[in-house]
């Protein structure tokens, strides 16, 4: 595949597509939003949230493209950027395989780069992951008052099934549902998995609500970013749910 000609500035509307760019070629990037957090340092222009970006800001920035997710982003402020006259590129990634076509489409095809080494990297690492023993099933929290869940279709919920753990709500018919506590504890698993992203859970805030069951502090950004941390998350993430066992 042959890249297009390159484009000279990027606003991200997604922390892991600023980490991705970065990674790759980081003077591309003009803005990105305050949830950006990785590379650490990152000096670019600040414009708000995933969820409540300031438009006219970006807009005002004249960025040549917009990157951004149908999951993260509301469809309401890719309209606002695409009525002021910008090219916005929406992702969806919702398993393993769609991260890494996707992180293609953005890098060559959007932003006309060469594919990176890290993404060939990431590729190699998961490539030959292969759950050992019987399949653990978990309750995976993403949030705590109210308490929500991992549902179906979730590329967490993709990269947990191939390191051999199967949550429990990944047939309901929402993909982030709202479950009340004595339906998580009263469902069976043999673990809990709680990241540290989007809510915050720690060692003293999440595993007391689940007493008796194993709890699996994981990292959010292995679990839930698509990019440069893709190469590192099977060994991260292994090492996290084998201490749980």
């Known amino acids: ?25 980081p003077e591309l990037l003009a803005g990105a939003t305050d949830w950006c957090t990785r590379p650490p340092g990152l000096a670019v222009e600040r414009y708000g949230g995933t969820k ?17 997710n149908e999951e993260e982003n509301r469809p309401s402020d890719l309209a606002a950027l695409r009525a002021a006259g910008l090219e916005v590129l ?17 890098l060559v095809r959007g932003c006309g780069l060469a594919r990176p080494g890290w993404l060939d990297a990431a590729e190699a690492a ?4 292969r759950a050992t023993g019987p399949a653990l099933h978990a ?3 993403v949030w705590r008052r109210p308490w929500m869940v991992l549902g179906r279709d979730t590329f967490a919920g993709d990269v947990l099934a191939r390191l051999g753990v199967k949550h429990l709500f990944s047939a309901h018919p929402e993909r982030y549902p709202r479950v009340p506590i004595q339906e998580l504890t009263a469902r069976g698993a043999d673990l809990v998995v709680l990241p540290d992203e989007p ?16 709890a699996a502090l994981v990292s959010g950004r292995h679990l839930t970013w698509y990019g440069p941390s893709l190469a590192e998350a099977p060994a991260v993430l292994t090492d996290a749910l084998s201490a749980a066992r």
């Open 1 to 25: 595949m042959s890249p297009r000609t390159p484009v000279r500035r990027v606003v991200s509307l997604v922390p892991s597509l600023t980490e991705a760019v970065a990674a790759t070629e």
């Open 52 to 68: 409540n970006p300031d438009t006219a800001r970006i807009a005002a920035l004249a960025p040549d493209l917009v990157i951004a």
């Open 90 to 106: 929406v992702t969806e990634v919702r398993t393993l395989g769609q991260a890494f076509s996707e992180l293609e489409r953005v």
């Open 126 to 129: 998961w490539a030959d992951v």
């Open 139 to 141: 309750v995976v929290p």
């Open 199 to 214: 809510y915050r859970f720690t060692a003293d805030d999440g595993p007391e609500a689940f007493p008796g069951l194993p």
